[in-house]
């Protein structure tokens, strides 16, 4: 069964960073994008970034380019988002995703979220 | 970007009937389409992808049609598990959600 796992989030106030990390099980985690989603309170679902299985370029959304930072370690199965320069806007429930397949493509899992709360 | 635009934002549906929800894209996205459902301080869940395609522990009540720009997710017999938040998702260019369907008791 396939178990993914974030950790990271909180409080950080506005302009700071915070690092999100995602424990991946169950699967092959070698062969497979990764996703993160977000969703802020009371709203619909925003793809955040994805990197392709091998690690290679990786893919953002307009809103986060140039401030987020999605790395992946297939040795140890891991998945992180490095958030910088952080916004109110940016406060969400963030969802470590599972692609299914190698490169950006539709989503077949998800984890149970971790709430990044940007505010001073 | 390609904008997911769902309709209607809220069904109201009473328990045994039939649920049409719709989903439209700005230009095409071929059969890149999924959709899923989520339920109060839950993750989403993958129901269809590929515009029809079951996912796999998915009931055969949920059925998935369209393509191009115009989607339909049906749900033949509405159980009371099945009231939620539903989600289509385009993954032809990038990754775009529409903003949601939530379909609650009649």
């Known amino acids: 069964e396939v178990h993914l796992v974030e950790s990271g989030g909180g409080l950080v106030q506005p302009g700071g960073s915070m690092r999100l990390s995602c424990a991946a099980s169950?699967?092959?985690?070698?062969?497979?994008?990764m996703s993160w989603v977000r969703q802020a309170p009371g709203k619909g679902l925003e793809w955040v970034s994805t990197i392709p299985s091998s690690g290679g370029s990786t893919y953002y959304a307009d809103s986060v380019k140039g401030r987020f930072t999605m790395s992946r370690d297939n040795s140890k199965n891991t998945l992180n988002l490095q958030m910088n320069s952080l916004r109110a806007e940016d406060t969400a429930v963030y969802y470590c995703?599972?692609?299914?397949?190698?490169?950006?493509?539709?989503?077949?899992?998800w984890g149970q979220g971790t709430l990044v709360t940007v505010s001073s | 970007e390609i904008v997911m635009t769902q309709s209607p934002a809220t069904l109201s549906v009473s328990p045994g009937e039939r649920a049409t929800l719709s989903c439209r894209a700005s230009q095409s996205v071929s059969s890149n389409l999924a959709w899923y459902q989520q339920k109060p301080g839950q993750a989403p869940r993958l129901l269809i992808y590929g515009a029809s395609t079951r996912a796999t522990g998915i009931p055969a009540r949920f059925s998935g049609s369209g393509s191009g720009t115009e989607f339909t997710l049906t749900i033949s017999s509405l159980q009371s598990e099945d009231f939620a938040v539903y989600h289509c998702q385009q993954y032809n260019n990038w990754l775009t959600f529409g903003g949601g369907t939530k379909v609650e008791i009649k």
């Open positions: 995703a599972k692609d299914r397949v190698g490169d950006i493509s539709v989503i077949d899992n």
């Open positions: 169950g699967f092959t985690f070698s062969t497979n994008a």
